[in-house]
């Protein structure tokens, strides 16, 4: 196999990551919203489920977690299994548990936020809805963005997980034209593909840190 | 006309009567000051009267209407949508001014009106910005919070609580977080309002402020009033503790 069609099978590979990364954050950012206000809510059962909830998902290994949501549609309701489900398990493992590492960076954003400017928004009238939305969030959006990076990093690294329920992504792929070519080289360059996704990414969550900075 | 009313006001944290039985109403066009040794419940009455904390006991009526009353031993709120009408009569400036960082001056000033009275956007534009222009802010607009000076910071906060336009003005020591420089620059604003005669409550702790512009002075301590009158009453007749706090200030 030459140089090119390696890189072209990596390539397809990279679409299967992009792709998982993208709807992951798609479905687990705003998730992790929801479960961030469950987490913090004044109802008992509502904030203890939310926390029962993101301590199973930030305490086991989403590998397991993966397996876990393929196989209980049949082994928890007998559904029979299609083949096209592997990748939508995929999808909504991932958007599980990554909502569960989000909702506790936005909980943390929110509860640092000064005591001081609910009390002024709650003077001036703003109702509940409008001092979360106006007011409390898109400051807490401008503290969070360094964890969310991080995240979002770690992110495009565990999209490789997804060989587990047999789904090609890249690194599946290089691993397959490793093990075919007895070579290292495809792994090799599916880890400078990471590299380059990451850069991209770390780029973007710059230029969005830098077009925030224009307040303090 | 009355525009404020507190008649027994009661508030307990943990066991310590902030304030016991505070009673006190203000008139149209008053200003009222009230100074006091810190920890007496001065800002924990402003805060009970501005709903921001909710009182134990005692009744609370803004323009005649009732915010709060005492019902068999406990103190009752009225209804959602009537506190929201409620809070409209009056505006509250901070110590620390509590600006929205992420808002611009503009944006500040204008916001509220916008989406909370939902006054139309050009008019609001233009209520804001005449605002800024009297309290000596007009090339500020554009400007964020944070490259203001404290001073200029207070000036747009007092004219973020009079965009609203508000019968009654709330200060919580609105010059405690300003050098001594520019605390000038936000007592002449108040001072403007008063001329205006705005409604007005103050917590100060600048006497001779409060001195040459109230109307009425109280002094709190130990969560009651010990004293009240005209600043010649009061100055001119201070009861012991009074005239011990005065002193004070002047040493």
């Known amino acids: 196999m030459d140089f090119g069609m390696m890189v072209a099978q990596l390539g397809e590979g990279m679409v299967v990551t992009a792709e998982i990364f993208f709807l992951t954050l798609l479905f687990s950012l705003p998730l992790g919203l929801v479960i961030c206000f469950g987490r913090m809510s004044g109802h008992f059962l509502l904030r203890t489920l939310s926390k029962i909830y993101i301590s199973v998902m930030r305490g086991t290994p989403l590998m397991l977690q993966l397996i876990v949501v393929y196989f209980s549609p049949y082994y928890v309701f007998g559904i029979k299994i299609s083949a096209a489900y592997r ?21 943390g954003g929110i509860e640092s936020m000064p005591v001081g400017q609910y009390e002024a928004a709650q ?31 770690t992110l495009v690294k565990d ?15 290089a691993k397959q034209i490793a093990a075919k070519e007895t070579t290292i080289l495809p792994l090799m360059a599916a880890g400078v593909f990471y590299y380059l996704f990451n850069l991209a990414v770390a780029a973007f969550m710059e230029y969005l840190e830098k077009k925030m900075s224009y307040y303090r | 006309m009355k525009y404020l009313e507190i008649e027994h006001l009661k508030k307990t944290f943990d066991n310590l009567q ?23 419940g001065k800002s924990t009455l402003l805060r009970c009267a501005t709903m ?18 005492e019902e068999n031993g406990t103190c009752v709120y009225a209804p959602k949508s009537e506190l929201k009408r409620i809070r409209k009569s009056y505006g509250l ?12 001056v ?9 989406n909370v009275d939902h006054v139309p956007k050009a008019e609001a534009r233009l209520r804001a910005e005449k605002l800024l222009g009297q309290l000596g802010l007009a090339d500020k607009k554009d400007a964020y919070p944070h490259q203001l000076s404290g001073g200029q910071q ?50 100060t702790h600048e006497m001779q402020f409060a001195r040459e512009l109230s109307d009425r002075i109280i002094f709190m301590e130990d969560g009651v009033i010990r004293q009240q009158g005209t600043p010649q009453e009061l100055f001119g007749n201070p009861d012991e503790r009074v005239r011990e706090f005065i002193g004070k200030f002047q040493a």
């Open chain 1, 87 to 107: 990748f939508t398990a995929v999808i909504l493992a991932f958007a599980l548990n990554y909502a569960a590492y989000f909702a506790e960076i936005y909980r």
């Open chain 1, 123 to 153: 003077v001036l009238g703003y109702n509940r809805t409008q001092t979360f939305f106006r007011i409390i969030l898109p400051q807490v959006v401008k503290r969070i963005l360094p964890s969310v990076t991080n995240e979002t990093i």
């Open chain 1, 159 to 173: 999209t490789s997980l997804a060989f587990v329920l047999a789904v090609v992504e890249m690194f599946t792929a």
């Open chain 2, 18 to 40: 902030v304030l016991k039985d505070i009673s006190l109403s203000v008139e149209e066009g008053e200003v009222v000051s009230i100074i006091g040794p810190s920890g007496s």
């Open chain 2, 52 to 69: 921001l904390e909710r009182m134990d006991g005692g009744s609370l009526s803004y323009l005649g209407e009732r915010a709060a009353w």
């Open chain 2, 93 to 104: 400036v901070f110590q620390s001014f509590h600006l929205f960082p992420h808002f611009s």
């Open chain 2, 106 to 114: 503009l944006k500040n000033v204008m916001d509220a009106p916008v």
């Open chain 2, 154 to 203: 207070q000036r747009v906060s007092i004219a973020r609580a009079l965009a609203l336009q508000p019968r009654i003005l709330f200060f919580d020591e609105p010059t405690s977080a300003l050098d001594p420089e520019l605390t000038g620059e936000v007592l002449k604003v108040i001072r403007e309002l008063a001329r205006e005669h705005m409604t007005m409550i103050i917590v």
